[in-house]
């Protein structure tokens, strides 16, 4: 499956985006589906998860209560509403897909097909 994300951009704190990841291929509910993203000179973190149907869906600590993650099966699309966003929300944002939907959905080793990344700035 090949992924591709959008949507990213420069916001002033405390406003919104939302991101999109687009999905190629008839498979894409047969994938568990995640958010990560990178900030320049850290690792690659978790974001945000969403099981196969959409009924399941978890996110980091950092983010609860301000993102939201969704799915669109009939479109092929997974989001990342995010809103209240805080400078620290800078970064390059990945989604991933991964075939097994594993338990341990925040280890980025456990995701078998990555997004290009779009970038997210929060100007203070």
């Known amino acids: 499956v090949q992924l591709q994300a959008s949507g990213g951009g420069l916001v002033q704190a405390g406003g919104s985006l939302r991101l999109s990841c687009a999905a190629s291929?008839?498979?894409?509910?047969?994938?568990?589906m995640g958010w990560f993203r990178q900030a320049p000179g850290k690792e690659r973190e978790f974001v945000a998860h969403?099981?196969?149907?959409?009924?399941?869906?978890h996110l980091a600590n950092s983010v609860k209560g301000r993102f939201t993650i969704s799915r669109d099966n009939a479109k092929n699309t997974v989001y990342l509403q995010m809103n209240s966003l805080k400078p620290e929300d800078t970064a390059v944002y990945y989604c991933?897909?991964?075939?097994?939907?594993?338990?341990?959905?925040?280890?980025?080793?456990?995701?078998?097909?990555w997004g290009q990344g779009t970038l997210v700035t929060v100007s203070s």
């Open positions: 991933a897909a991964d075939r097994t939907s594993s338990f341990y959905y925040s280890d980025s080793r456990k995701y078998d097909y």
């Open positions: 969403i099981g196969r149907s959409g009924s399941s869906t």
């Open positions: 291929g008839r498979t894409f509910s047969s994938y568990a």
